[in-house]
């Protein structure tokens, strides 16, 4: 790769064993890169191919047991660094070495302000206490795009969207300045304009800085448009590696070829077919002037200083066999809306008739029927999932919730049916969500809501934490789905690629309302207002393109 004759990083013959079921499984074989001052290299691959793995031994994050490094050395500025402990380690981990994660819930602590876990960093490494280290956190939550950072910084990790959540983490991870920067998915839970925000953040730092940048995706757009070099990892393995524009426009492993293929602008023309043919089925679900509002503070006496209006008058229909795309910035209102839908969260103002009845007025006995019909896949699979259920364990929960969809004795083959549909292991029933990448808890979690026999789904970030060629399988499933049992679904997302290709409507958000709504080729062939042309321009470019 490069020829600088001492990388910052150097990773050489590294291979690593899981222990599983009593036999070790190779999760990163003989794999060896390195990476210079300034430069981005970028790692592909699916989920399960061995990228987080190989990053998170660099920064001695592997439990062992079950992990085992079995071979390998790190090296650091030249020097070895896998064997560091102590002291000698927290000097390099978070001050020279950061690390951004893949899934920012489980790695923010809930009962702390995010405010808290920030200046935690200033001070655990000497920079900064009480108010100065306050007030570089500000400085940190703006610099990543988070509104009223003022006042955002006392509030918890859950009163954040997703992808707010994950600039939360990036504040962390930048704060130090750190000379290398691991980034493992950053930018998965981000809509396109963020997206673009936060890479040019990270390019802004490694001009000021000279910080190297370790890029973990499955995100081909975001690769391009970021990496000087690429390896693709392939069941632990490297299988093609070299400079970005040959490896995008030259590839040459097969592997690497199915990887670009799947892009969905790749093959227009096949994957239109997963929008409806047939929209003309009666309206399933009406929702008139869905308003949200939430108190953000309390004065004496309980009485509320400060409200949010998250969603204010929204209004749309989804008609049996429809997918309704609904797009927009984090903190637009997409995923209050959903929750409302479900009576996760109940509606300031506004009403919802799904089958002719109003969800909002439901009982108990109505509410249990409701919610078997209508089923959602979260945006954060972890955080939705009982970590001390097995996967067979969360698969079959609707029906022991709703025990007339299935016998008890079909269960055992219908979780290996709903598994395999989600292109997941028969095996992968005995396992628990901490055991599998962000990618397959995500499959687990779509395969939980097709328990059910749904009528309508809420898809809210369903195929982000996917690679594209999962994406395009997940995605196929779906519009299978839909055609086979009359599915309708929401599909809440920020990758407009995706929706594009297979929503029959679309609604773009901000700031709570919808701004521009109209069938899938209007909103992307005529866009009529100017934030819904912004997320269009903001989609990604090759890097080796740029001027």
């Not at 959602?376 to 609707?398: H, K, L, T, W």
Request: aromatic share 6%.
């Amino acid at each position: 790769m490069s020829q600088s004759a001492t990388p910052i990083l150097s990773v050489d013959d590294l291979t690593v064993d899981f222990l599983s079921d009593g036999a070790p499984v190779r999760a990163v074989d003989c794999v060896s890169f390195e990476v210079n001052r300034g430069e981005t290299l970028v790692i592909l691959g699916e989920s399960g191919s061995g990228k987080s793995v190989s990053t998170s031994a660099v920064m001695d994050l592997i439990d062992q047991p079950p992990g085992d490094i079995v071979r390998g050395r790190i090296s650091f500025e030249g020097a070895p660094i896998g064997s560091l402990q102590g002291e000698a380690r927290r000097s390099i981990n978070g001050r020279r070495i950061a690390m951004i994660f893949q899934d920012p819930l489980a790695y923010l602590n809930p009962v702390y302000t995010v405010g808290r876990q920030i200046c935690e960093v200033f001070e655990c490494h000497g920079i900064a206490r009480g108010r100065p280290a306050r007030q570089r956190a500000v400085d940190m939550l703006r610099r990543v795009g988070i509104p009223d950072p003022e006042a955002r910084i006392d509030h918890y990790p859950h009163q954040f969207s997703g992808g707010q959540r994950q600039r939360v983490m990036i504040a962390m991870a930048i704060a130090l300045k750190p000379d290398l920067l691991i980034a493992d998915e950053p930018t998965t839970a981000l809509d396109v304009s963020v997206q673009a925000q936060i890479l040019d953040l990270l390019r802004d730092l490694q001009n000021e800085t000279g910080m190297a940048l370790i890029l973990i995706t499955h995100d081909l757009e975001v690769a391009a448009s970021m990496a000087d070099w690429i390896i693709v990892m392939n069941r632990g393995k490297i299988v093609e590696a070299g400079v970005a524009r040959d490896v995008f426009t030259k590839p040459q492993h097969a592997y690497t070829k199915k990887l670009i293929s799947a892009l969905p602008h790749g093959h227009a023309s096949e994957t239109s077919n997963r929008r409806s043919t047939d929209l003309s089925g009666e309206t399933v679900l009406r929702v008139e002037n869905l308003t949200k509002e939430y108190a953000l503070s309390s004065g004496l006496f309980g009485k509320t200083k400060k409200t949010f209006l998250a969603v204010r008058d929204v209004s749309f229909e989804v008609r049996k066999g429809e997918t309704l795309g609904i797009v927009g910035e984090s903190g637009s209102g997409k995923s209050s809306v959903a929750r409302m839908l479900l009576r996760l969260s109940e509606p300031t103002a506004g009403e919802a008739i799904f089958n002719g009845q109003d969800v909002f007025a439901m009982g108990e006995h109505r509410l249990l029927a409701y919610r078997r019909k209508v089923q959602m896949v979260f945006q954060d699979p972890y955080g939705s999932m009982n970590p001390r259920m097995n996967v067979r364990a969360i698969i079959s929960e609707p029906w022991s919730i709703h025990a007339d969809i299935l016998p008890k004795a079909k269960w055992k083959d219908r979780v290996v049916e709903l598994l395999e549909l989600v292109d997941l292991k028969p095996e992968h029933a005995d396992r628990y969500p901490h055991q599998f990448s962000g990618g397959q808890r995500q499959r687990i979690a779509i395969a939980r809501a097709l328990a059910s026999e749904p009528e309508l789904v809420i898809c809210d970030e369903a195929v982000s934490a996917l690679d594209v060629s999962i994406q395009a399988q997940v995605i196929d499933l779906l519009a299978d789905l839909r055609t086979r049992l009359g599915l309708s679904y929401i599909f809440i997302t920020h990758d407009l690629p995706i929706v594009r290709h297979f929503a029959d409507r679309i609604l773009v958000m901000k700031q709570g309302e919808i701004v521009e709504e109209g069938p899938t080729s209007a909103i992307f062939g005529s866009p009529s207002h100017g934030y819904t042309r912004s997320l269009l321009d903001a989609t990604p470019i090759p890097k080796w393109l740029e001027t």
